[in-house]
């Protein structure tokens, strides 16, 4: 298992959540196995989610998915979010 994590602002994490939870059928369609999401304690709009993979290449496609990357957009993330890889050990 590989989970991925992101960590991103928005503009406003209300509609942001309902782009995020919109996305689950691609989400799922793309290989995505769990997921959670967590907010800034001092920024509500500073978000960090984590996806679960059965493998690199499959987080790799969704990392890079143009899909990803328009809902991103459209839900209000601002900049490039912070991704990264890692297994459980």
Known sequence: MV????RHK???YT???KGYDAFEPVRLRLGARA????RGVED???VTGWHDFDDLAAART???SGELRAAMAGAGVVGTPAIWFARHS
């Not at 997921?35 to 967590?38: D, L, R, T």
């Open 3 to 6: 989970r991925m994590f992101v």
């Open 44 to 46: 509500g709009n500073d």
């Open 62 to 64: 969704f990392a890079d």
């Open 10 to 12: 928005v503009n406003d």
């Open 35 to 38: 997921h959670a999401v967590y």
């Open 15 to 17: 509609a942001w959540r």
